[in-house]
């Protein structure tokens, strides 16, 4: 069977049946300055709401935290994920040792001026910046983008230009989503060594694609030879 009959199949498979939001996903053509973003959470959450990995559905992760609360639309970007590439790039800029990838999708936060009912959808943005998010020796970035054709923030094209206030209020929050107030100290393993801008951020999704590209590689591909296996053993 050819790699083209194989790939319309795909395509005709996935008007019957929901794409994998993370594997099922496309990040778009105009990656990595323009990316696909599926959003989990949005302000006004009162539960944390995480993709599951292996169904591709929203489930709750936990409920919120004490008065913690995600300032902005928060989610993932398909097709990327954080390994060896991203633990590498984190310990060039940062010049620490012993960094590794969290094994998540890359995050993404994504400034609008229309707020959200919910999570579970798809959008267009174009990144911006972003955090250097470091957790329990883990590379755990933050990308920051803006909505695509959004009237307020959609003309954006470096975290700079963004209201500063608001960007403090993000990072406040991925500093503090792990505090107790009875124990202190849980968030101490969570820090942001700074905010980087548009050209920085490009690279982190070009090094989370290859991370993605490393582990799970082009999964028609793997069916094209998985289907010639199947065949093979038939002939």
């Known amino acids: 069977m050819a790699k083209e ?46 993709i599951c990995k292996d169904t591709g559905y929203l489930m709750i992760d936990r409920p919120n935290k004490y008065s913690n609360n995600i300032p902005v639309p928060y989610g993932l970007i398909p097709r990327t994920y954080s390994a060896e ?33 919910h999570g579970d ?31 307020t923030f959609g003309e954006i094209t470096d975290v700079a230009d963004c209201p500063p206030k608001l960007i403090k209020r993000i990072k406040h929050y991925f500093l503090t989503y792990k505090e107790d107030p009875d124990h202190p100290e849980s968030a101490k393993e969570v820090e942001i060594t700074h905010t980087y801008g548009r050209e920085e951020a490009l690279e982190v999704v070009r090094r989370s694609q290859q991370d993605y590209e490393t582990h799970y590689g082009n999964l028609e591909d793997k069916l094209v030879e998985t289907l010639q296996k199947v065949m093979a053993t038939k002939a």
């Not at 929901?18 to 302000?43: D, L, M, R, S, T």
């Not at 010049?95 to 009912?117: K, T």
């Not at 470091?134 to 803006?146: H, L, R, S, W």
């Open 121 to 151: 959808l798809l959008l267009d943005a174009i990144v911006v910046g972003g955090f250097r998010m470091i957790d329990g020796g883990e590379a755990d970035d933050k990308i920051i983008a803006v909505l695509k054709g959004d009237h």
């Open 5 to 50: 009959q194989i790939s319309e199949m795909w395509k005709t498979i996935g008007k019957r049946y929901k794409a994998h939001p993370w594997h099922g996903v496309n990040i778009g053509e105009g990656a990595p300055e323009v990316v696909k973003c599926y959003i989990e959470c949005v302000p006004g959450d009162e539960m944390k709401y995480e």
């Open 85 to 117: 590439a991203m633990a590498e790039f984190c310990m060039q800029q940062t010049g620490r040792n012993g960094i590794v990838g969290d094994e998540d999708p890359l995050d993404v936060c994504v400034l609008m001026d229309r707020p959200l009912a």
